[in-house]
């Protein structure tokens, strides 16, 4: 008689389904109800200006940008939907990969949960950012790694490179895939004879290829990209405590206490399991604690870094994290199993009510924030400052300054690409300031000498004209105040400035 062996965690295959369903409906939902983020803005108007790559970034980002909004429209909701797409993939290679490694889809289904609830994910979802198609081709990178070395086609490895390529098309970042790579083939004897096998470096020509957008940009503007990334944005930078607060509540605010504690946990944990010689682990601790411990490093160096940089090196981390919680169950005491549930269920607890609190703050603010400091009041406002701006623009024409003669104007590239985007890019704008961003790469001050500006400035940049530029006369139009929730967040003030004549040194 033939005993059906019954799996455990099939239920868990659907559930992890309607779990990536669920969030991207919900994503759909929400994302085309506010405002674009500065940076999205900023995204948008690359967008616009179509080129092989971009000062702050390559140019994926752009690139998917003006595919989805050349369908829909340029709408918020156009801008964020390849943001929404790319966790449904995101979605599917952890499950993919939690399936592969440990053949058990409740791995899968916490990870999914895991990476789908804490802030940085859960909350960074909603735009739409250099490292979401980064992140993707570094999930896609480590499952195909995964089954070229265990006995996959060997032509993998370059479709392999082809993928760091890809990855480093969103954010050059992905390149930390290599030395990842090299720690895995090392350390374990029973991969090193790729070391002596032609395959694996045929990665680095391939990968080129698909990177190679960036470096002709880069060559033919004099390596702008590399030396803003490799130096310029680092000028002054030291081991300073202060770099290292800011590293620990950064942390501690994306990815909220508990589960970065458990994940660091996790990662350690991982590693043992990887000197005991589980392969799994150890391709999963290598595409982890090298990136982690490497932006930690970095972001303790300087004071110009972002709490998301380490974001990579905490994706496979959220695979360790349920595998171990598994491995416990079954070797653990049942007391002990259960206290890391509980810790769990805590982690997420409290994950789900920063990512429930973010959420209804964007709509009915609850959070006490200081509205100078407050990241929402980004995606509001704009959609009023871009009708007054046309408006004020009509006024000009009237008065007969010739269309051509009128150009909007503002000291900072936030500012600047809400502009653009809040008039449908029907105002031409330029970003004069002294520090490089990529309007500097589209503006030339000297064609504007003479011309009419209509200049914003808002709570965060709020230098009147007079202090930033040189004008005949200026003065001020209009004031467009942002209330939410009863209370005053935000004031644009739109001026005028005639006859520029350059900046203020």
């Not at 896609?140 to 089954?147: D, G, I, M, P, Q």
């Not at 370059?158 to 083939?185: C, D, E, Q």
């Not at 000197?275 to 004071?303: H, I, Q």
């Not at 509980?342 to 609190?357: C, H, P, S, T």
């Amino acid at each position: 008689m033939n005993v059906r062996r019954i799996d455990p965690s099939a239920s868990y295959g659907p559930a992890s389904l309607a779990l990536i369903g669920g969030f991207f409906l919900f994503r759909l939902l929400v994302m085309g109800q506010t405002g674009l983020g500065d940076s999205e803005s900023y995204y948008w108007a690359w967008s616009q200006r179509f080129d092989l790559s971009y000062y702050d970034h390559p140019p994926l980002v752009a690139w998917l940008i003006r595919l989805f909004t050349d369908l829909g429209g340029d709408t918020s909701f156009w801008v964020r939907f390849p943001s929404a797409l790319l966790f449904v993939v995101m979605g599917l290679l952890f499950y993919r990969l939690s399936v592969e490694l440990f053949d058990d889809r409740r791995v899968a289904f916490y990870a999914i949960l895991t990476f789908n609830i804490v802030p940085m994910f859960g909350i960074g979802a909603l735009q739409m950012v250099p490292d979401i198609p980064s992140a993707v081709c570094y999930l896609l990178y480590v499952l195909l790694l995964w089954r070229v070395l265990n006995g996959g086609p060997t032509w993998l490895w370059p479709v392999m490179g082809a993928v760091i390529g890809i990855g480093m098309l969103g954010k050059y970042f992905a390149v930390l895939l290599i030395p990842s790579t090299l720690i895995l083939v090392a350390a374990i004897p029973e991969y090193r004879f790729w070391f002596r096998r032609i395959e694996p470096y045929l990665m680095a020509p391939v990968g080129l290829l698909f990177f190679s957008p960036v470096f002709f940009w880069n060559f033919a503007n004099d390596w702008p990209s590399f030396r803003f990334h490799l130096t310029d944005r680092h000028h002054g930078a030291a081991f300073e405590y202060r770099n290292f607060e800011q590293l620990i509540g950064g942390q501690l605010l994306y990815m909220s206490p508990v589960i970065l504690v458990l994940l660091l946990m996790a990662v350690w944990s991982g590693f043992r399991k990887a000197r005991e010689g589980d392969r799994r682990y150890a391709l999963l601790v290598s595409f982890s604690a090298p990136t982690l411990l490497f932006f930690y490093v970095v972001c303790a160096w300087t004071n110009e870094s972002e709490p998301h940089w380490p974001a990579f090196g905490y994706l496979t981390a959220m695979i360790m994290l349920p595998a171990l919680g598994l491995d416990a169950w079954r070797t653990m005491a049942p007391g002990a199993f259960m206290r890391r549930v509980r810790a769990y269920q805590i982690g997420v607890g409290f994950a789900g009510l920063m990512f429930v609190a973010f959420y209804i703050h964007v709509f009915y603010p609850i959070l006490p924030i200081k509205p100078k400091y407050d990241l929402v009041n980004e995606l509001y406002g704009w959609d009023a400052v871009g009708v007054a701006l046309l408006e004020e623009q009509g006024r000009l024409e009237a008065d007969g300054v010739p269309h051509e003669k009128i150009f909007g104007l503002a000291h900072h590239w936030v500012l600047c690409a809400q502009m653009l985007f809040a008039t449908g890019d029907r105002l031409p704008v330029s970003c004069m300031n002294q520090k490089v961003d990529q309007f500097d790469f589209w503006d030339d001050e000297k064609s504007l000498i003479g011309k009419t500006a209509l200049v914003v400035t808002d709570l965060r940049f709020e230098e009147t004209p007079d202090q930033l530029y040189r004008f005949a006369t200026s003065r001020k139009l209009r004031e467009i105040p942002l209330v939410r929730g009863g209370e005053e967040v935000r004031r644009f003030t739109i001026w005028r400035g005639d006859d520029y004549r350059g900046r203020r040194e």
